[in-house]
């Protein structure tokens, strides 16, 4: 069966300091995988996806980016945190089946990120 | 459009009687929907999904209808129980190929004893 892992799972920073949230996932292979931030008491904005190794699709401009360099490995990054950058930060995965284009997302546990 | 910046509504209910939780989309292109259930502090977990062709579906006690007339999807919990406390999200695919999920901004359900 398919899981999907976060870590960590919390996070405290201070601003101005690097991030490095990792995902993967086990039990597929190429998978499309997401990056979604959740203000508390709110819904999900997708910033990222990405189809393929190498492959990145930013969906807001922001102070985030995101990288994946491996099949099923997923990594959103900062150089320095602001404020605004706190949130509950979720991954995410979906299988393509050939011929289908329609496919449920499953998300991970959620890293729990507070900038200071 | 996506309400990520929007408090959440709210619905209570009563553990035992059966909830309705409606969801309002806006591209009559969308064709496929998924519900999905959070908890406090965890992931959206699936719940139930559909597709255009159809305008009901059933889990176990969950009914997820498809209006299509007029853009509405609800999800129906028969005999809550204190675990249905959660927020629940409705998604669409809006774009063919994008594979991209588009939420809804949710509704936090509340069973009381």
């Known amino acids: 069966s398919q899981t999907i892992h976060q870590w960590p799972a919390t996070l405290v920073q201070p601003v101005g300091s690097p991030l490095s949230l990792e995902c993967t996932v086990e039990g597929t292979s190429n998978p499309n995988l997401y990056w979604y931030r959740q203000a508390a008491g709110r819904g999900l904005q997708l910033l990222f996806y990405?189809?393929?190794?190498?492959?990145i699709s930013s969906e807001v401009p922001q102070n985030l980016s995101a990288s994946r360099p491996q099949d099923r490995q997923f990594i959103l990054s900062s150089k320095k945190l602001l404020l605004s950058d706190s949130g509950f930060y979720l991954c995410?995965?979906?299988?393509?089946?050939?011929?289908?284009?329609?496919?449920?997302?499953?998300f991970g546990p959620g890293t729990r990120l507070l900038v200071l | 459009g996506e309400s990520v910046g929007l408090h959440l509504p709210t619905l209570s209910v009563q553990e035992g009687d059966n909830s309705i939780i409606n969801c309002a989309y806006s591209?009559?292109?969308?064709?496929?929907f998924i519900w999905y259930k959070q908890e406090s502090g965890k992931g959206p977990q699936f719940i139930i999904d559909?597709?255009?062709?159809?305008d009901k579906r059933q889990g176990q006690r969950v009914t997820v209808l498809l209006n299509k007339t007029v853009k509405h999807l609800s999800l129906q919990i028969a005999a809550t129980q204190p675990g249905d406390s959660a927020v629940y999200f409705c998604a669409e695919n809006r774009v063919q190929g994008a594979q991209k999920l588009v939420f809804g901004q949710g509704t936090r359900l509340t069973i009381n004893p």
């Open positions: 990405s189809v393929g190794i190498g492959q």
């Open positions: 995410a995965w979906t299988a393509l089946t050939s011929g289908r284009d329609q496919e449920t997302q499953y």
């Open positions: 559909i597709r255009s062709n159809m």
């Open positions: 591209n009559s292109a969308s064709d496929y």
